[in-house]
């Protein structure tokens, strides 16, 4: 894992990086690569993955907005916290989907508690899973499944790209996709809530308009709130 740092304040990056090696440290997880830059044109010239970016607006040259957008296009995943203390410019950050806001001076508790929640969607992001079908396996992230569809005791797995007919029927998947992005909404189909683009008391809109899935009626109050704690979660 590589966490990225940009802030032209030296003491503010300072203060977050050792914030983050103490929360590795203390869960005893493996320490990531941990980079800091003063400005965004050096962060996106860091050929490198970029898993998770701390990103301050106001910086001279390149602007956190703009930053933040070029990060958005080259992986729709990178994880972005935008970090300020100019509230007016949340609304521009928020269009290219950042993950939370950090007010300056920072607040450590708020920092760590925001990090874990973080790590658990970059979990989630970077998983591979196996689809074994008649024909062969093929391995897909996790982020990449839209929804999964039960035809007996078989069931066709959506991705972004292709759609693969699994030999294994949904209970299957259910054990296997147990992450908070994915629900049952029926006993057909489990959606990523990542792609839900509207739902009513039985549909399921997915990926603008382009699939469908059934939500069962008993479970349409249990869906919505899981819903927008996912909503809540990635803002």
Request: proline residues 2%; aromatic residues 14%; hydrophobic residues 35%.
């Amino acid at each position: 894992m590589r966490i990225l740092i940009c802030d032209d304040d030296i003491y503010i990056s300072s203060i977050l990086q050792q914030y983050i090696q103490e929360f590795f440290s203390k869960n005893k997880l493996a320490s990531p690569e941990i980079l800091r830059y003063e400005n965004g044109e050096a962060l996106l010239s860091d050929t490198g993955e970029k898993d998770i970016v701390f990103l301050d607006i106001e910086m001279p040259g390149l602007s956190g907005i703009h930053t933040g957008r070029k990060l958005k296009q080259s992986n729709r995943n990178v994880i972005i916290f935008i970090i300020t203390s100019y509230i007016e410019y949340l609304d521009e950050a928020m269009q290219f989907n950042v993950f939370r806001y950090i007010s300056k001076p920072l607040d450590k508790k708020r920092v760590l508690r925001n990090l874990k929640d973080a790590l658990l969607l970059y979990s989630s992001s970077v998983t591979k899973i196996p689809i074994e079908t008649k024909d062969g396996i093929y391995i897909v992230h996790s982020s990449d499944i839209v929804y999964i569809e039960s035809f007996g005791n078989k069931s066709a797995v959506h991705t972004t790209c292709n759609n693969y007919m699994s030999i294994y029927n949904l209970k299957y998947w259910i054990r296997k996709l147990d992450m908070p992005c994915f629900f049952t909404s029926h006993r057909s189909f489990i959606v990523n809530m990542e792609y839900v683009s509207n739902f009513s008391h039985t549909t399921i809109s997915l990926c603008n308009g382009q699939s469908t899935a059934y939500i069962a009626r008993r479970k349409y109050t249990q869906f919505k709130e899981a819903y927008f704690l996912y909503l809540e979660s990635t803002r």
